[in-house]
């Protein structure tokens, strides 16, 4: 077991690269089962998600080979429609999306119900309700099973705008017979890119970044090379990242359609970037002062399915808002548990009130200082790490394993912006 150790109060500064979007990955992975023929996949991540979903992969039969730094090529030629292995399903929530490549490959997917972020109920009935709309028999007995003798194109509402679900029903429904809508689809960037790389299958995918997707089936898809997205959560992880040590960065590799968003959330903060073709500018000196709503309300930084704020980066502005002069409202809608690691920051000396399990207010700019904190789930983990290095004194941050799922060789990229970080074993 490890943990970081973090002196705060240093600025960083240098120049940074995107890694590939995790979101993206995990779906592009599971979707090289839908063919025989091999599967390139550029811009991987290395991190602890990608590495579990390449084991399920070679799990079912598949041939994985590295081809050099996040390169990989997947051969599914023959597939065994094995259960998932629980210790695999368990450590990982992308673990779901076999259940769609499967049913359309072998006609039966098994596996143990999925793990990751405990942030709240994360409901899964919209993947079996799509799926069965489709074809499926789906049960739900300690483990689910999925089966279907044909799947059948359909017309699908979703009863929740869910990213997983949709990539499962895209996944299955690829591989139907006749045409298929899918309606209150994602539209997340990450949906977009699976699709761009199923129609490189030869898919035939439409509608892609809005919420309704029509699909019209075809009888095989064939290999592709595909390049996966930047991860517009790391960059927005960066972005507060820089603003909260009073940092001067460049990221490179940036999608700037992917950051609009994201840039209406961190102006409502008074912070601001330039962009130069691929690559965007955090400059040392920002406002960093809450811009209030017109009649002088207090700013909302709340979450909403794409293209609305990311939920992923609520725990993210949460530490950002402590170290800004004003108040802030932090709303997020999605997930009940998400919030409940702010009493972490206020154990360090944020100025936070919890109104009730979705919404924050946060006063500032408030001095933190160093602290033991433990890292609940991904972009909690992030957060504190952000935290500690806004903080006086020294921090440690243990349960890093969780950090380390979302975030590619964290703690050697932020040594090379100048971060006093280490990564040590964990004391008894």
């Keep these: ?40 996949l550029y811009n991987v991540p290395e991190i602890e998600d990608t590495s579990v979903m390449l084991n399920i992969l070679q799990s079912f ?50 596996m143990s119900p999925p793990g990751g972020d405990v942030i709240g109920r994360r409901r899964l009935d919209t993947h ?12 739900v007995n300690g483990h689910f099973s999925f089966t279907a003798n044909k799947l059948i194109g359909t017309d699908i509402f979703l009863d929740e705008c869910s990213v997983t679900a949709t990539e499962n029903a895209l996944m299955a429904c690829v591989l139907a017979q006749g045409h298929t809508v899918i309606t209150n689809a994602a539209s997340e960037p990450h949906i977009q890119d699976l699709c761009n790389m199923l129609n490189a299958m030869g898919a035939k995918i439409y509608g892609i970044g809005s919420n309704i997707l029509t699909i019209d089936g075809v009888e ?34 940036v999608r700037d359609i992917d950051l609009r968003p994201v840039k209406v959330g961190f102006s409502k903060l008074g912070i601001s970037w330039s962009q130069n073709e691929d690559s965007i500018v955090i400059p040392s000196v920002q406002e960093m002062k809450a811009v209030g709503d017109v009649g002088t309300k207090i700013p909302k930084v709340d979450d909403a399915p794409w293209p609305g704020f990311p939920p992923d980066l609520t725990s993210i502005m949460t530490v950002v808002a402590t170290q800004v002069e004003g108040t802030v409202l932090i709303f997020e809608k999605m997930f009940e548990s998400r919030m409940f690691f702010v009493d972490k920051l206020i154990s360090m000396g944020a100025q936070i009130t919890l109104c009730d399990p979705h919404r924050a207010l946060v006063s500032g700019p408030s001095i933190l200082h160093g602290d033991h904190l433990v890292s609940p789930d991904v972009r909690a983990g992030m957060a504190m790490v952000i935290a500690a290095m806004a903080a006086n004194g020294e921090s440690r941050i243990s349960n890093v394993y969780q950090i380390e799922r979302g975030y590619e060789h964290l703690v050697e990229r932020l040594q090379a912006l100048g971060a006093h970080i280490q990564k040590v074993e964990m004391e008894n």
């Design 1 to 40: 077991m490890h943990e970081y150790l973090i002196e705060g109060g240093f600025p960083i500064k240098g120049t940074i690269r995107t890694s590939g979007n995790k979101n993206s990955a995990l779906p592009c992975i599971a979707a090289s089962l839908l063919t025989d023929e091999p599967v390139i």
């Design 61 to 110: 039969g598949a041939h994985i080979t590295s081809l050099g730094k996040n390169k990989w090529k997947i051969e599914a030629k023959e597939i065994v429609p094995s259960v998932i292995p629980v210790e695999l399903s368990k450590k990982i929530r992308a673990s779901i999306l076999f259940a769609g490549p499967m049913l359309a490959r072998c006609g039966k997917a098994e």
């Design 128 to 139: 079996f309700l799509a799926l069965e709309q489709l074809g499926a028999r789906v049960t």
């Design 220 to 253: 095989r898809l064939h290999g592709c090379e595909f390049s996966i997205g930047p991860d517009y959560m790391e960059i927005g992880s960066f972005i507060g990242l820089a603003a909260v040590t009073k940092g001067n960065i460049t990221i490179e590799g």
